[in-house]
């Protein structure tokens, strides 16, 4: 167990050093090289002294030492649109939006697609299953954004139920009525795909789970379908739909970027955007590997749950 | 080849073995109505957008103050945009776009996926465990601020959308060609080859990779499909397709400031991008019940 987690580290911290490494490659080959994190409008003379503090003048693996160390110590430079403030404070100050926006649409993934997911399953190829599993279907080919827009347009424009943008009113702002009306367009939106994948998923492991001897054991002992469903199946199926739990991240941090656009969501994915739009480079660097890290933190954790929810799994 | 083709078989239909490829397409067609309509759907969508320089539409791009907003009309069949540019004549060219991009950021995605596939299931040991590595890395991450990166450095031509799309998407299909190549390398046909004098690159590329056929197919037709989506949610944010060329995803930009005055603005463009990856996805299923039999009802 420890020895698998030490591992399970180990291949974190490789995969945060492959994803610094792949940003340092990206500026190393952007055209005008480090240039990229410095201002254009300065002058050449200025521009040579900063090269100079920022080492360009260096062989590139001491270049690529020193990022690696800036990254690992949080310093990611400064903003180039936002008058040179630092990146790592402007990434502080955003995240609260993102994780409420994020841990909202995981909350709806699990509430919402696990059960689907067992009633599709109950409901093998009958008519209801087949509804759910069209709309999963349509979930995962539907665009957020367009989504995202079809429900400002029914709910904010039409209905007058739902505002369009923001994460609250100005001057109400402890109402948690008000907050909840801001939360439900995105977080819908955020969650659409990693709802129908978790759908699918449930589905398909309650199916495999039903085909085991153990089922088919307590089925001719002639236990209610209830019993064998809720005390039997459940606890085995529900186990591998955790690591969906890796999937889905990703999956809604990388949507957050358009979603948070869409409805003027003011968290790290509208905050990427806007500096990939402004071409701010060390800001949008520092977001994408501030990110990567987070997403590969919360891998971690889960996987070390896995094996606390799953006494068979046992790591050496 | 033969290997697969005879482990061929099909539980809803006896007798299968007998049955043409044709024939099988078109019974598992006929199951599946909704690719059954994806496929009449891409060939429309393809044959239109490749003949849209002979057809009789207004300029995509012209802008017309004076004909903003217009109502459909015979001149217009599906009316004007904001800046009096004909809808249908924008829909039909941002298709091309989106569709080019969707099939080259795919094909890219396989080519990128075989070699690497190949080449790390053939050799296993050290060069294995560093692409495994980095596959596990780069799918664990959210790749899509990366294409923000690579966008905010490089600009967003489609050049550089399907290579950067291609880039972060290969991961799986990867894995899938591993573990074909690691199912069939140490099998007599390659001992054989080997025996016979075959270099390590033909044992790769002329043996094995053929092997992995059927599911760079099935891969190739559901990523048109996942690339297209992020074509759209790129240029959608002003960082893919620029205007004034017209993409299903960048007509949705300003739709939304429009929508008292023309809410078909936003419906059409949506519609399409759906539609299309609606039809990619589910051909994509249809393929892997033909040509994949042992992929079926696994894999969500």
Sequence with gaps: ?316 | MSVQTRNIRLKESPGSRSKTIWKRARWLLGKNKLAAFGLIYIVLITVTVLIEPWLPLGSPTRISLLDQFLPPSLEHPLGTDENGRDVLARLIVGGRISLAVGVAGAVLTVLIASTVGVISGFFGGLVDQLFMRLVDGLMSIPTFFFLLVIVAIWGSSPAVLIVSLALTRWMAVARLVRSEVLRFKNQEFVTAARGLGASNIRLMFHHLLPQAVPSLIVATSINVGVVMLIEAALSFLGLGILPPTPSWGNMLTDSQYYIWYAPHLAVYPGLMILFSVLAFNSLGDVLRDLLDPRMQGNEP
């Design chain 1, 1 to 316: 167990m420890f020895n698998y987690l030490l591992r399970r580290l180990l291949s974190s911290v490789i995969v945060l050093f492959i994803v610094v490494t792949i940003t340092f490659f990206m500026i190393q080959l952007a055209p005008g090289g480090l240039s990229i994190l410095m201002r254009p409008d300065i002058t050449a003379e200025e521009a040579a002294r900063l090269a100079r503090n920022l080492g360009l003048d260096r062989p590139p693996h001491v270049q690529y030492f020193n990022w690696l160390r800036n990254v690992l110590t949080g310093d990611f430079g400064q903003s180039l649109a936002y008058g040179g403030r630092s990146v790592l404070e402007m990434v502080v100050e955003r995240l609260p939006a993102t994780l409420y926006l994020g841990l909202s649409a995981m909350l709806l993934t699990l509430v919402l697609g696990i059960p689907t997911g067992i009633i599709a399953a109950r409901n093998q190829n009958n008519a209801i299953d087949q509804v759910l599993s069209f709309f999963s279907f349509l979930g995962l080919a539907t665009p957020n954004f367009w989504l995202g827009i079809m429900l400002i347009v029914l709910f904010s424009v039409e209905l007058n139920w739902l505002p369009a943008s923001g994460i609250r009113s100005s001057g109400d702002e402890l109402s948690f009525w008000n907050r909840l009306k801001h939360l439900v367009m995105p977080a819908v939106v955020l969650g659409t795909s990693s709802v129908a994948t978790i759908v699918r998923y449930t589905r398909s492991s309650w199916l495999e789970t039903m085909r085991l001897d153990y089922v088919l054991v307590a089925r001719s002992k002639g236990l209610s379908r209830r019993h064998i469903d809720y005390k039997h199946i459940l606890r085995n199926a529900i186990i591998p739909v955790i690591t969906v739990f890796g999937i889905a991240l990703p999956r809604i941090v990388g949507g957050a970027a358009v979603v948070e656009t869409l409805f003027s969501w003011p968290g790290l994915g509208k905050l990427a955007v806007d500096a990939a739009l402004r071409r701010d480079t060390p800001l949008i660097l520092g977001v994408t590997i501030f990110i990567s890290a987070a997403v590969i933190l919360s891998n971690l954790l889960v996987d070390t749950l896995y094996p606390v929810l799953d006494p068979r799994i046992r790591y050496e």
